[in-house]
């Protein structure tokens, strides 16, 4: 585990992004590993006008740096338009390294496997921008 993880396992870890959202618009739950029996991510997230309004998520049996992308992700798509989630990846990654406090490639590879089953669900719920 990088140093950066490490920080930000220890002092940042919000626990109020962890856990789910009853009646949920979309859920899904989905490894986020190489290794199947790694660490599984469930979403829970409602959607209004466009964008998530509400996004829980819950990971396990995660190593830190699967819960330390699971809780920035939370962080990041709160309150994001659906459409800059499906198209622009390169603004995402930019702000998991600015609330991370710069590189982890760890890091990036949970988080954006994170996103890639969020835009999974969105494209298996149907769900537009508006």
């Not at 660490?39 to 509400?54: H, L, R, Y």
């Not at 939370?74 to 990846?89: G, Q």
Request: proline letters at 2%; a negative charge; charged letters at 30%.
């Amino acid at each position: 585990m990088d140093s950066l993880i490490r920080n930000y396992f220890i002092k940042n870890i919000r626990r109020e992004n962890f856990g789910q959202i009853e009646n949920a618009d979309i859920e899904s739950h989905g490894s986020i590993c190489d290794n199947p029996d790694g660490d599984i991510v469930s979403i829970f997230a409602n959607i209004k006008d466009g964008k998530i309004s509400e996004i829980k998520m819950e990971c396990g049996p995660c190593d830190p740096t699967a819960i330390v992308a699971t809780n920035i992700a939370v962080d990041i798509l709160k309150d994001r338009n659906i459409e800059e989630i499906l198209s622009d990846k390169n603004a995402l990654i930019a702000d998991f390294e600015k609330i991370l406090g710069g590189k982890s490639e760890d890091g990036i590879g949970h988080f954006l496997k994170i996103i890639d089953q969020l835009k999974g669900l969105i494209s298996e719920y149907n769900i537009t921008q508006s």
